[in-house]
């Protein structure tokens, strides 16, 4: 068997003494004391009130109140231990109990739940167990159903599989028993507080300078580009920082499942898909909302990711004049992507000569970039290829850019670089006639 994980402590600058004990599990003692004040803080503060004074003062509020009532019970825990206890309570209380300290965590990008005592979290692409751990299977379960209560969904045994998101915009999907059989699980996918630029992907490696002049010249010329990639590749990061190049003058429609998307351009209508109610009624597809869109005089469309019969519509989108749109898929390569896209399309139970419909994908997409997540965690684009056009019933791309792989470092990191290939894009002239100048050995001529 491999090592064991490595236990996670929480890497923020301490504010207070309590910080250092936040991240470990309460001894049996102090989770009585929590228990104990807890019940009697609900029965002295009135949380009605508490929702109406604002989060900050709120929580001074409870901390002082869950202060006095360990004072007033003489309780033997030692000022460490009380601040341990009380920041705990606060927690419970305003927030989402022991997943706090892993929230306010600026360096995890995931945090995953398996039952009520086991807690992974994902730091710089490797997954890592903590020590924190829900006190049983009922504060898991009233912890999930704070988070989906709070945007109209709802949790049971009718209902066992949600999709919701926090207050932050982080993604949360939670799967509770009979579905999981070892007691609730829940997935929270974090929301990156920092836009990230093409700079910043410069800098982690992940894009070359060369690669990222390109890419910005595809998306300033209006070429329609597809982002491939498998789950945490990249690909709402990709298309985020892609978006960064649009012009600030132009009208952006984004389309998501669970809005994650940062544009920072001034006319940006952001739609959200939602599920259907208790009824079964009430369902906003992301196909509904990309038909709606077209009529909203949209001069981008930006759908967060294509699953199932959208791809119809946002192919015709993309052939009728919406040109400049970008979505991502789920696929493990350029050619697998058009290939899932096909699929989506039969979803839509409307039938195409193959040769068709894909005359029509290799005229509505322009350019595929594939994202993957290697090894050693570390995000890279992989791939950038071109849509040539058809021959026979075969659709022709030319790779423009490789991810060549060089070997592992000691560490096992993945050594290699992002390589032009030598081809020149056909686009290359069209990015000439709109005043976008890149020098040709860009692409290693």
């Not at 915009?169 to 609730?184: C, E, Q, T, Y």
Request: hydrophobic letters at 40%; proline letters at 5%.
């Amino acid at each position: 068997m491999g090592n064991p994980m490595k236990v996670v402590r929480d890497e923020r600058t301490p504010a207070d003494p309590a910080d250092e004990e936040v991240c470990r599990p309460l001894t049996d003692q102090e989770l009585e004391w929590k228990q104990r004040i807890n019940e009697k803080l609900l029965e002295v503060l009135d949380l009605s009130l508490i929702e109406t004074i604002g989060e900050e003062k709120a929580r001074i509020e409870i901390r002082q109140t869950a202060n006095r009532l360990l004072a007033d019970e003489s309780a033997p825990l030692s000022l460490r231990q009380r601040q341990a206890v009380v920041k705990r309570i606060e927690d419970e209380v305003m927030g989402l109990g022991p997943l706090e300290p892993l929230l306010a965590d600026p360096t995890i990008s995931d945090i995953l739940v398996n039952g009520h005592d086991t807690i992974f979290v994902e730091r710089r692409g490797k997954l890592e167990r903590t020590n924190l751990r829900f006190t049983d299977h009922s504060h898991l379960m009233n912890t999930i159903d704070r988070i989906v209560s709070a945007v109209g969904r709802r949790i049971d045994e009718s209902s066992p599989m949600v999709d919701a998101r926090l207050k932050d915009g982080s993604r949360v999907n939670a799967i509770i028993p009979p579905l999981a059989l070892d007691g609730a699980i829940l997935s929270i996918r974090r929301f990156a507080v920092e836009r990230l630029t093409m700079d910043n992907l410069i800098e982690l490696g992940t894009v070359t300078p060369d690669v990222a002049r390109v890419l910005g010249a595809i998306v300033k010329s209006r070429l329609n580009v597809l982002v491939s990639g498998g789950t945490g590749a990249g690909k709402t990061t990709m298309l985020n920082i892609l978006s960064g190049f649009i012009p600030e003058r132009e009208r952006i429609v984004t389309i998501e499942d669970s809005a994650e998307l940062q544009l920072q351009q001034p006319h940006v209508v952001r739609l959200e898909t939602r599920p259907p109610n208790i009824e079964g009624k009430g369902e906003v597809t992301a196909r509904d909302l990309v038909r709606n869109s077209l009529r909203m005089r949209p001069e981008r469309i930006i759908v967060g990711e294509v699953r199932g019969g959208e791809a119809l519509d946002m192919l015709q989108a993309m052939n009728t004049g919406h040109d400049g749109s970008i979505t991502t898929i789920h696929a493990n390569s350029p050619r697998d992507a058009l290939g899932r896209v096909e699929n989506m399309v039969s979803m839509t139970g409307i039938t195409f000569p193959i040769k068709a419909l894909r005359t029509q994908i290799a005229a509505a997409i322009d350019v595929v970039i594939q994202v993957a997540r290697l090894e050693d965690g570390k995000r890279r684009l992989v791939s950038v290829q071109e849509i040539n056009g058809m021959e026979g019933e075969v659709v022709t791309m030319s790779e423009l850019f490789r991810f060549e792989r060089d070997g592992l470092d000691e560490n096992r990191n993945v050594i290699g670089s992002l390589r032009p290939t030598g081809i020149v894009p056909s686009f290359y002239k069209e990015l000439r006639s709109k005043g976008i100048e890149l020098p040709i050995e860009l692409f290693g001529q």
